[in-house]
Each structure stands twice: as C-alpha cells, then as structure tokens.
C-alpha cells in the first residue's frame, strides 16, 4: 500500500461548473438518444432519462440493464459539444488551490474519458492530475456503486483510509466513506451529513481547510 495522501477529485461541478452550459446540452442530447433509439416521446424519455438517473446515479447505467444499449455508442452521441471552450466555467484561481494541496491527485469522473481529457486540457487541471479514471476504466459501474471506487483503489494499490474525495454529489461521498475514505463536499447549501468531514462552496477554499483532514 502506498502510504501518500491521494486525492480523488469530481469533474463536473466539482472542479468546473457544468450546471449553467453543459449539463443542459448533455441533458438534451440523451433525451433525444432515448427517443430515437426507444422511439419514445420527448416527455416519456425525460421522465426515463431522470429515473434511471436517480435510480443507478447514472442514465447510461439503466440504458445498459434494461434496454441493451451500446455504452461507448450512447456516450459518444451524448458528449459532442460544438464549442466546449466557450462553455466552460471555470475559476482560474483553483488551479492554484490544487498546486498547494500535498499529495497525488487522481481523476474519478462519471463522464467520458474523451470529455474529460477535453475539460482537464481546456482549463489547465491536466498538469495537475497523475491519472484519470473516467466511466469507460471502471467498466461502466459509475459512482456510487461500490464496485468503481474497489477497481480504482485496486487498480492503483491505494489504502482507503490514505484517500480524500472531493465531490459534489453526496451519494458518492456516502460511499466513499464507508469504504474508509475522508470526504470533502463540495456544495454552497447549508445541509450537513455524517459522511462529510469537511464541507466547502468552492476547491479554492480547500487549502485552508485541509488541515481537518
């Protein structure tokens, strides 16, 4: 076991914010992969897209069980931005933020490994990160399943209790702790949970806040 801190970082709405552009492309784009491929209305396919969604912590997750579609096919379709530069927002102070935290930093992203490379080029985080594990690594088990977070633990010969996650969603924190991880939530709401060690609006706070950890 390696004995280094490591951290293990979010992507969308943890290291960038995907809520105002690309969540809504992306939304839009598996509706209409669901309705050409289901032959569903727009409405029925919302109402599936979001309930696989809360279902699996992934649409593609309940794609894949209940309806045989191809993941790379459906990924590929849904991840094509026409300009993916312009729709970024993202906080250049934080890559600062991240030079000044001690240890290795790794990738655990839902999104496509393509999309991901994109977003970490884009922004400058790529020089920060050792690795990147995205949904294609993992075999398609996404966060929160347990099984994503055991392969990349195994993967990279990692002891839990030397990893930190920094995330946005609080099922995946919940799982991550109770495979022995610290947790860094990363939400401006006043909410407060049990597997959250440290709660932060933004990562630029988070060199302030590490010692906790």
């Given at each position: 076991?390696?004995?280094e801190?490591?951290?293990?970082?979010?992507?969308?709405?943890?290291?960038?914010?995907a809520?105002?552009?690309?969540?809504?492309?992306?939304?839009?784009?598996?509706?209409?992969?669901?309705?050409?491929?289901?032959?569903?209305d727009?409405?029925?396919?919302?109402?599936?897209?979001q309930?696989?969604?809360?279902?699996?912590?992934?649409?593609?997750?309940?794609?894949i069980?209940?309806?045989a579609?191809?993941?790379?096919?459906?990924?590929?379709?849904?991840?094509?931005?026409?300009?993916?530069?312009?729709?970024?927002?993202?906080?250049?102070?934080?890559?600062?933020?991240?030079?000044?935290?001690?240890?290795?930093k790794?990738?655990?992203?839902?999104?496509?490994?393509?999309?991901?490379?994109?977003?970490?080029?884009?922004?400058?985080?790529?020089r920060?990160?050792?690795?990147?594990?995205?949904?294609?690594?993992?075999?398609f088990?996404?966060?929160?399943?347990?099984?994503?977070?055991?392969?990349?633990?195994?993967?990279?010969?990692?002891?839990?209790?030397?990893?930190?996650?920094?995330?946005?969603?609080?099922?995946?924190?919940?799982?991550?702790r109770?495979l022995?991880?610290?947790?860094?939530?990363?939400?401006?709401?006043?909410?407060?949970?049990?597997?959250?060690?440290?709660q932060?609006?933004?990562?630029t706070?988070?060199p302030?806040?590490?010692?906790?950890l």
């Amino acid at each position: 076991m390696r004995g280094e801190r490591v951290w293990l970082f979010d992507l969308d709405n943890t290291l960038h914010n995907a809520s105002p552009h690309i969540f809504p492309h992306i939304n839009r784009a598996m509706r209409e992969y669901i309705e050409r491929h289901l032959g569903l209305d727009e409405n029925a396919a919302n109402r599936l897209r979001q309930d696989y969604w809360q279902r699996y912590g992934a649409t593609l997750l309940g794609l894949i069980r209940h309806h045989a579609i191809d993941p790379r096919h459906f990924l590929h379709e849904t991840h094509q931005f026409p300009d993916l530069a312009r729709m970024l927002v993202f906080e250049k102070p934080l890559l600062h933020a991240l030079k000044r935290l001690p240890g290795r930093k790794i990738l655990f992203s839902n999104a496509p490994h393509a999309y991901a490379e994109a977003v970490l080029e884009l922004t400058g985080l790529d020089r920060h990160f050792a690795t990147v594990y995205t949904v294609e690594s993992l075999k398609f088990r996404p966060k929160p399943m347990p099984q994503g977070f055991r392969a990349l633990l195994r993967a990279e010969r990692l002891d839990p209790r030397r990893c930190i996650m920094v995330e946005d969603s609080l099922a995946n924190l919940i799982t991550a702790r109770k495979l022995g991880m610290k947790t860094v939530w990363v939400s401006a709401g006043s909410r407060r949970s049990p597997y959250v060690d440290v709660q932060v609006s933004s990562v630029t706070q988070l060199p302030q806040r590490c010692g906790r950890l």
